[in-house]
T-cell receptor, first 111, second 117 residues
Framework: DGGITQSPKYLFRKEGQNVTLSCEQN?????MYWYRQDPGQGLRLIYY???????QKGDIAEGYSVSREKKESFPLTVTSAQKNPTAFYLC??????????FGSGTRLTVV | GENVEQHPSTLSVQEGDSAVIKCTYS??????FPWYKQELGKRPQLIID?????GEKKDQRIAVTLNKTAKHFSLHITETQPEDSAVYFC????????????????FGKGTKLSVKP
């Protein structure tokens, strides 16, 4: 069953802690993306990757890091430098120039 | 920078009425315009899309129109049903000006549609 899987569904971060959000797809898509969703803000692009071993900053990359060592995987690390990390994080994948398939999201809360 | 404006932010209609959501974009190189529906607590789902070489596309009760000259596109839902209640997002592809890569989308801020029985 093809799709894109995000884990965990809920994540709690303490002040000063780095956390990593997982995103895995078996759709054989080249491109993968991370978006952040805040109430009333829509979806804002954090990082994207068009191909393995390459990724680019999006509009709000500060305080985040990614890697793309495998085609199937695009993990996002929220570092301690991200001062307001509480949000809903969505991963997506696509064939070039096509619509996205989204994961089910990870809700990150700072405690 | 590139921007997508979406209106209205909230829309309430009676069941059976039509609903229209409008978006404008700033990047003249944008050539792909998808619409997503997001139910509460769930992932956005692609419901319809249109490319810049087409002016209108229809899929059952849903249609999208595109005016490239004016840089705006709209979602039309006819005969609305309570299950149409959700947040709808428009998006536009970034052109080659954005770091030389295409394919990533810039989203509007969403429209919360409520369909009253």
């Amino acid at each position: 069953d093809g799709g894109i899987t995000q884990s965990p569904k809920y994540l709690f971060r303490k002040e000063g802690q780095n956390v990593t959000l997982s995103c895995e797809q078996n759709l054989n898509h080249d491109a993968m993306y991370w978006y952040r969703q805040d109430p009333g803000q829509g979806l804002r692009l954090i990082y994207y990757s068009q191909i393995v071993n390459d990724f680019q900053k999006g509009d709000i990359a500060e305080g985040y890091s990614v890697s793309r060592e495998k085609k199937e995987s695009f993990p996002l690390t929220v570092t301690s430098a991200q001062k307001n990390p509480t949000a809903f994080y969505l991963c997506a994948s696509s064939e070039r120039r096509d619509g996205y398939t989204f994961g089910s999201g990870t809700r990150l809360t700072v405690v | 920078g590139e921007n997508v404006e979406q209106h209205p932010s909230t829309l309430s209609v009676q069941e059976g009425d039509s609903a229209v959501i409008k978006c404008t974009y700033s990047d003249s190189a944008s050539n792909y315009f998808p619409w997503y529906k997001q139910e509460l607590g769930k992932r956005p789902q692609l419901i319809i899309d249109i490319r810049s070489n087409v002016g209108e596309k229809k899929d059952q009760r849903i249609a999208v129109t595109l005016n490239k000259t004016a840089k705006h596109f709209s979602l039309h839902i006819t005969e609305t049903q309570p299950e149409d209640s959700a947040v709808y997002f428009c998006a536009a592809s970034r052109g080659m000006n954005y770091g030389g890569s295409q394919g990533n989308l810039i989203f509007g801020k969403g429209t919360k549609l409520s369909v009253k029985p």
